[in-house]
């Protein structure tokens, strides 16, 4: 199952496009009345932006954006060989195929989130991958003393309930990085996703194909 794709790079001269042009028809304008309850996450939205600037994300802050993101909140039997899962995002067959990779510090080794029990695993032995990870993203964007997210693929999931699912576990992972970018801006969090998958530091945690990168995420305190 080819999930592993090519890692993105920007090239050295863009390659200019024209947009296809849509045929005109008639229009209809819309509104923007927003009722009461709804202007406080209207107005957080249309305020939201990357940020590339981080001071350290304390602890509190990190437990309430993975509960909002990526905790389950119930959870049932099923005959896939793993629990369906329900979150505050959705994912194809309630499967949840994407795990989610924690460096807390510039020097510490990857945690695991697990999103049933609420708490931060440490993977040992990943000290050096997610070092690494670490120059890879500053390389991009300084990190600075932000605190690293690896997406994390596992494709076997998918594919226990559904023939060709590559396309539905980049979507999950296209979910969870919109949610962390809301959750982010509604905790007064800077947060930037970056285009590497980061698949080079995640994927040696297991056996080859089993681990894959969608995504590295940076996060951090908003500096005054
Ligand atoms: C999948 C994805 C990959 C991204 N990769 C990078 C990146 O590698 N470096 C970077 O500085 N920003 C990255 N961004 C942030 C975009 O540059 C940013 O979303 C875009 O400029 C629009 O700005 P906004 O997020 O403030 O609306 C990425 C965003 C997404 C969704």
Not at 62 to 76: G, I, K, N
Not at 177 to 183: V, Y
């Amino acid at each position: 199952m080819a999930t592993e794709l090519p890692e993105p790079e920007p090239r050295k001269h863009v390659q200019p496009y024209e947009p296809f042009s849509w045929p005109n028809g008639s229009t209809l304008a819309l509104g923007q009345s927003v009722s009461g309850e709804m202007l406080d996450f209207h107005r957080m939205v249309l305020g939201r932006h990357s940020r590339r600037t981080f001071t350290h994300l304390s602890l509190e802050k990190l437990e309430v954006l993975l509960s909002m993101c990526c905790r389950a909140y119930s959870w049932s039997t099923s005959d896939l060989g793993f629990e369906q899962q329900f979150r505050g995002v959705p994912s194809a067959g309630a499967v949840h195929p994407i795990h989610v990779l924690v460096q807390r510090n510039r020097q510490s080794g990857w945690e695991r989130y697990d999103p049933i029990g609420h708490t931060l695993i440490q993977v040992q032995g990943t000290s050096d991958f997610a070092i690494a990870a670490r120059d890879s993203a500053d390389a991009i964007v300084p990190s600075g003393d932000s605190t690293l997210l690896a997406l994390v693929a596992e494709p076997g999931k998918t594919a226990a309930k559904y023939h060709f699912p590559e396309s539905l576990v980049w979507r999950d992972a296209g979910v969870i990085i919109g949610a962390l970018t809301w959750g982010a801006e509604a905790l007064s969090l800077n947060i930037c996703p970056l285009g590497a998958t980061g698949t080079p530091f995640v994927s040696p945690i297991a056996f080859k194909g089993v681990m894959v990168g969608v995504g590295l995420v940076l996060i951090g305190g908003r500096p005054e």
